[in-house]
């Protein structure tokens, strides 16, 4: 009885800390991926935020950019900027692969091989994006936003913690 007990446990230990992040494209099997980051968005007055997940493919990478918004026809839309913290500026054209379900708004954008080295090298400062809502505009906060890679909102001088995530040490680690 001990040795199944053990067995069970050892099991689950390998089970929960072996476990991967995934993002799936539109039923496309599952490609290796950070944890989702919550990116500080202060202009966009609906949450603040936007939850950011980089996925590794064959063929660079994978940006997935998730938003809730108060209008069921507002999406993320056109290219979006990646911003690195060395300056570099990673520009990614809108394919028109989105996905909107339980009032939330998803866009996937890709990366080429070249833009994946830089990712793996350098954090991901902000990223730009652009949000476009149905006929009625007034229903969803729309235009363009910049999300920031901040964990809180506020902090003190005094605060001497890392305040930002560690996007190329994960990215790198796929």
Known sequence: MKLKLSLLFAILFVSFTNAQETISVKGSAPFPATKTYTFICEK???????NVQIAKTDKGGILKLTITTANSQARIAGGVYVDLTNGDVIACTDKNVKESADGTTTSYYYFTPAEWQKLRKTDIYAVRFIIA??????GSQTGHFTAYNRMNYFSTAFDKSKKTFDTAKEISNL
């Open 133 to 138: 809502g149905g006929p009625n505009n007034l």
């Open 44 to 50: 966009y007055a609906y949450t603040g935020e936007i």
